[in-house]
């Protein structure tokens, strides 16, 4: 029986062990929160997994960096946002900016703490609390918070998980694999429903 899942796994894992693993991470960390749709934590769970000794330096570099990425997202949204609205709408994200816009007047600060901390695209809401001129401070405090509680709770599940978790994973990868891949089937099918 093929084992994609597995293999894929330790081709991550391999990864994560690079030297330059941290620079990575760090890279995706700004990129994701202001314009790439790969989340941060594909890359921090196998680099905690592999060096659990390094999990909460890996949780502050993912923070960091993601505030910073929100920062430049901010931007984008303060000073570019005529020049950006047609990418968002060919991206599929036109709807979900309008919602982001609509989260904003109703909650403010607590629209991003929420998209910071959840798997809501947080580059859209970055993008957005830009172009609805947000303050500033506010949208710091909110992003240090809502990125920080993420990834220091995806480090802290690994990190306390360790061979345990490890041995599972490796054990159950592939029917999880499998069964995020049947998930993600029926979504499309029932989306064009």
Same mark, same amino acid.
């Given at each position: ?16 062990? *690079?030297? *330059? ?7 995706? %960390? ?26 909460? *330096? ?7 960096? %993601? ?24 991206? &599929? ?49 909110? %992003? ?32 999880? &694999? ?16």
């Amino acid at each position: 029986m093929r084992r994609p899942f597995s293999r894929l796994l330790e081709l991550v894992l391999g990864w994560s062990r *690079h030297p *330059h693993a941290p620079w990575y991470l760090g890279g995706l %960390s700004f990129a994701e929160s202001s314009f790439f749709p790969i989340p941060p934590d594909v890359m921090l769970a196998p680099m905690v997994l592999a060096r659990r000794d390094r999990a909460w *330096h890996y949780a502050l570099l993912t923070t960091v960096m %993601s505030v910073i990425g929100g920062l430049a997202g901010f931007l984008i949204g303060a000073l570019a946002i005529d020049w950006i609205m047609p990418w968002l709408g060919k991206f &599929g994200y036109a709807a979900t900016f309008e919602r982001a816009q609509g989260w904003f007047i109703a909650w403010g600060f607590w629209a991003i703490l929420a998209a910071g901390f959840s798997p809501i695209p947080y580059k859209i809401f970055t993008i957005a609390a830009g172009a609805m001129s947000m303050l500033l401070v506010p949208f710091m405090l909110a %992003s240090v918070a809502g990125r920080g509680a993420r990834f220091f709770l995806v480090a802290a599940l690994i990190y306390w998980g360790g061979e345990p978790f490890e041995r599972n994973l490796r054990r159950y990868v592939d029917v999880l &694999g499998w069964i995020v891949v049947g998930i993600i089937i029926f979504l499309i099918l029932v989306l064009r429903i």
